[in-house]
């Protein structure tokens, strides 16, 4: 599970398109979505479609450019020594738990210091979703790059472990490229 710079930075690109992408539309379900249900079936109207849109533009807003100096200050620093200290392991499931982990405790710093950028802000509710979806995020990251890193591997005969149908039985063989 030894990773080159290439991998890390193909990583740290996938988190950052997962985070920027799915950010925004979780966190407009996560504050919409309890009026909408309070409402009923209802169509919310007009107001609703116009709020949609400028929340949806604000939260891109932020979370592009706070994600990325999250990601450029502390968090890439931590994935790089998280993903030196797995090197070594090969248990896709603890990749996965740790990256994980890691991207809860990179979001919910990067939500209490955008907090403080504006005076103390308490920013309790958001950090919830902004923890939770980083999270997500930096396993994604993670999984895309090692699955197709896994391959090219594979299609150069080099010999890998691999978690035969994730049950956690593992040998260590030879791909042979199946083209």
Known sequence: MAFTGGEYWRGLWWTLVVFNVGFPLLLILWMFAPHVLAEGAAAPGEQWGVSLVNNLAMTAMFAIPISGFAAVAYGGFAAYGLGLLLRRVASRWLHRTAFFALGVGVGAVAVLLFGLTLGGVP???????????????????????????????????VTVAVDEEEEGWWESRRWESKS
């Open 123 to 157: 920013l309790g509710d958001l950090i919830y979703p902004a923890a939770l979806w980083t999270g997500v995020s930096v396993c994604a990251g993670w999984g895309i790059t090692s699955r197709r890193a896994l391959r090219a591997d594979a299609g150069e005969g």
